[in-house]
T-cell receptor, first 113, second 110 residues
Framework: NAGVTQTPKFRVLKTGQSMTLLCAQD?????MYWYRQDPGMGLRLIHY???????AKGEVPDGYNVSRLKKQNFLLGLESAAPSQTSVYFC????????????FGQGTRLTVV | RKEVEQDPGPFNVPEGATVAFNCTYS??????FFWYRQDCRKEPKLLMS???SGNEDGRFTAQLNRASQYISLLIRDSKLSDSATYLC???????????FGTGTRLQVFP
């Protein structure tokens, strides 16, 4: 029962470098989300997708891009990392949007120096 | 004003105690409500949904007051394993997004 899997789990980037975080789910969920969690801020929505081939902006989308080429995968890209993007990133998926349970991945701890 | 507000705590309680958390939300168009639990350095996991009539799951009771726009979580007979951060989560009607509170930290001591 893999559920939602994120890779990598940890990463250190230098300012200006790029990277892609991968989220994979095996529950055949339509909805997928990327959040960031910072101390005192709670989870904030970066981007989300309501189905294969769709993406939408969340609360804090600047500096990030996403793609959902396959239903089971949701990729989060940082084109030019900044120290302000140091955070814990969580991917989540759900069957029927915000009214149903969201299942989260284990998180990715990203540090930008 | 934050859309979902919680007292960050920490709430330090002895084993066996009863503890209650409240959460307020600002948007009256909110339609679905949840409590999630997050252990230190782990991902959030659903604890329970919150229904209009109130609902109970073992030692946990959730209540919703739409008129006052708040949600509560009551934990009876606290266990050491209940130590975690409890996240209040709200979904706005006709949206696909969940809005998270910053969480309330609970520490149960022997």
């Amino acid at each position: 029962n893999a559920g939602v899997t994120q890779t990598p789990k940890f990463r250190v980037l230098k300012t200006g470098q790029s990277m892609t975080l991968l989220c994979a789910q095996d529950m055949n969920h339509e909805y997928m989300y990327w959040y960031r969690q910072d101390p005192g801020m709670g989870l904030r929505l970066i981007h989300y997708s309501v189905g294969e081939g769709t993406t939408a902006k969340g609360e804090v989308p600047d500096g990030y891009n996403v793609s959902r080429l396959k239903k089971q995968n949701f990729l989060l890209g940082l084109e030019s990392a900044a120290p302000s993007q140091t955070s814990v990133y969580f991917c989540a998926s759900s069957f029927q949007g915000g009214s149903t349970e969201a299942f989260f991945g284990q998180g990715t701890r990203l540090t930008v120096v | 004003r934050k859309e979902v507000e919680q007292d960050p705590g920490p709430f330090n309680v002895p084993e066996g105690a009863t503890v209650a958390f409240n959460c307020t939300y600002s948007n009256s168009a909110s339609q679905s409500f949840f409590w999630y639990r997050q252990d230190c350095r782990k991902e959030p996991k659903l604890l329970m949904s919150v229904y209009s009539s109130g609902n109970e799951d073992g030692r946990f009771t959730a209540q919703l007051n739409r008129a006052s726009q708040y949600i509560s979580l009551l934990i009876r007979d606290s266990k050491l394993s209940d130590s975690a951060t409890y996240l209040c989560v709200v979904n706005l009607i006709n949206t696909d997004k969940l809005i998270f509170g910053t969480g309330t930290r609970l520490q149960v001591f022997p």
